[in-house]
């Protein structure tokens, strides 16, 4: 079974919506005659007004599926023995951005694409300037737990899974390096590779646990 984002179906539904109703608008106009011009150009007039609401609204799930997206590109560059899927969901439980399998471990990774700023960690709580970002955090954290949690029930592999917060924004400054904030990897995009490549964790898979892994999460999610 294949889940795919939600965000990115309606976003998607919706944006042909616009396109296909204003090209019928532009049509009707064109070989209308008057007066049905004049209750044409009010339509056209509230099609725009609409279309401005209905972008402002759907603007944030536009720029998170970017990040996304990005992300994703870069994941492509792991070498052929990583595996990487998109958008884990199970049940009613909230997806998981990106997963990576390899011989590394299990990487679970929540993809970020704020406004250009400095990550801060203080209070237990990261912030994006004096912005806080309250479940940055916890989100990937319970990602991990629930991927780690999955993995054991379904194939009785116990693992620690690697819970990855990544700001594709290139002008967001984090100073963190590889170091974990509260048990959780938070890092630019560019470290991402890195990181996942070459960090010891000490718990390394086998390539036919990793296909076992992969098999099994793929079931769950849009894989790339």
Request: contains cysteine.
């Amino acid at each position: 079974m294949r889940v795919f984002s939600y965000s990115t179906e309606i976003i998607d539904l919706r944006l042909i919506f616009i396109f296909l109703s204003g090209i019928v608008l532009l049509l009707l106009y064109l070989i209308a005659e008057n007066p049905f011009k004049s209750i044409l150009t009010i339509a056209m007039l509230i099609w725009f007004i609409f279309v401005g609401v209905l972008l402002k609204k759907l603007w944030p799930y536009i720029k998170g599926d970017n990040g996304e997206l990005d992300v994703a590109r870069t994941l492509k560059k792991l070498p052929k023995n990583y595996y990487h899927l998109r958008d884990f969901l199970e049940g009613q439980k909230g997806n998981t951005d990106a997963i990576v399998v390899g011989p590394t471990g299990v990487w679970t990774i929540e993809v970020k694409n704020y406004k250009r700023g400095t990550i801060t960690f203080k209070n237990d709580i990261l912030y994006n300037d004096d912005t806080p970002l309250e479940k940055a955090l916890s989100q990937p954290y319970a990602e991990a737990k629930g991927m780690e949690d999955h993995v054991k029930n379904s194939l009785g592999i116990s693992l620690q899974v690697n819970p990855v917060l990544v700001f594709t924004n290139p002008k967001t400054r984090i100073h963190f390096g590889l170091g974990k904030q509260r048990g959780v990897y938070v890092i630019g995009k560019k470290w991402l590779l890195e990181l996942i490549q070459n960090q010891n964790l000490g718990h390394p898979l086998t390539p036919e646990q990793c296909i076992l892994i992969k098999e099994e999460v793929k079931k769950y999610t849009s894989a790339i």
